[in-house]
């Protein structure tokens, strides 16, 4: 049986997900910050599954997760998914905006990190298991006015690349999945048109696939994919011309 470990598992890409596995009848260990709406998505799935009320800044209270999980399935794990994120608009001009960036890069990137390391250890003995780093489109290039969340996500790109150049040696799969525009609670909050949107439990489908395979990076929905190749190959004034005027996310306080 398959043991699969989600953080950001009470909603959007995290529960989407949660479902995908426990119907594929894996056991699940499931994070989120809300305990009540956790305990409601593990009593609605099939199989029996763990919950961790939790913050993933709190790297103790994520370790201690971990362990836990890790000692209920006898010291193994198939599969890690860091799918806890949040999002906001953020100005550097606005010297309050900075404890939201740091909540943002606290949350998308180093909260990754705390997540994937207490499980390298069991991988490496295992010389098998899947990494799992959810980045987005967003970090392909900067957007004005998401500098927070463009460059964790960017951020997680890199780091997830760093560590599959690492773990390739040891036959731990570490897959980098780029969402695009997916519809979410997270999402709904967008006051501009979002290409390409895509039914979470649709990207929850073609995200297990990747995963399986342990494809090293993918875009879903792949049309989103073809926007960001293009993105990367525009030069910098090209760039900057079509992305200038591009819609912004509301910063916290002005939704």
Known sequence: MT??????ASSG???????????????LGLVA??????????????GEHRCYALDVRD??????????????NGGR????????????????EHVEDFEVFKAIVDTNLLATVATFEPFIGAMKRARSG??????????????????????????????????RLEMAPVGVRVVTIAPGYIRTAMTEKNPYSMPFLMDA????????????RGTSY???????????????LLPNWVYDLAARGAPRKPRVGQR
């Open 218 to 232: 993918t875009v879903i929905p792949w049309q989103m994919g073809v926007v960001a190749r293009l993105m990367r």
């Open 59 to 72: 790297r103790t209270a994520l370790h201690a997760a971990a362990e836990d999980f890790l000692a209920a």
């Open 3 to 8: 043991a699969v470990f989600i953080t950001g």
């Open 77 to 92: 794990v198939d599969v890690v998914i860091a799918s806890a994120g949040i999002s906001a608009g953020t100005l550097t």
């Open 33 to 46: 910050r809300r305990g009540e709406a956790l305990r409601e998505l593990a009593d609605s799935l099939p």
């Open 201 to 212: 439990n649709a990207f929850a489908a073609r995200a297990q696939v990747a995963i399986e």
């Open 13 to 27: 890409l995290g529960r989407a997900l949660a479902w995908r596995y426990a119907c594929a009848g894996a056991t």
């Open 130 to 163: 899947r990494l799992v780093g959810i980045a987005s489109v967003a970090g392909i290039r900067g957007l004005p006015g998401a500098g927070a969340y463009s460059s964790s996500k960017a951020a997680v790109i890199a780091y997830c690349e760093s560590l």
